[in-house]
């Protein structure tokens, strides 16, 4: 089944997933590293101490990693902007999450 945002496959291999970065959540630094946002926008929960957190290569949206990785099973584009995020995809839609500042 394809993916409607991309017109690729459905879902991104969990070997692929494993190459994005994760982040150890820190409240002293952590809104820089998450560009002011410090809630997962799939399940809508505030990023707390020592959480792993797992960041998109081609946006840098940060997501729980448990959350991204589920959402990213089934779908191969960002949970909050849409970027494609499969390997050689020119596809990039708009920051619509991202902070002014």
């Not at 998450?34 to 081609?58: H, Q, T, Y």
Request: with cysteine.
């Amino acid at each position: 089944m394809e993916d409607p945002f991309t017109g690729g496959p459905r879902g991104i291999d969990q070997t692929v997933i494993d190459t994005f970065p994760v982040i150890i959540y820190d409240a002293t630094h952590g809104k820089k590293e998450c560009r002011g946002m410090n809630v997962c926008v799939i399940c809508l929960a505030v990023f707390k101490e020592d959480e792993m957190l797992r960041s998109m290569p081609k946006c840098g949206h940060v997501f729980h990693s448990n959350c991204v990785d589920s959402w990213l099973q089934t779908h191969s584009t960002c949970p909050c902007c849409r970027a494609s995020l499969v390997p050689g995809s020119g596809r990039f839609f708009s920051r619509v999450c991202w902070p002014s500042w």
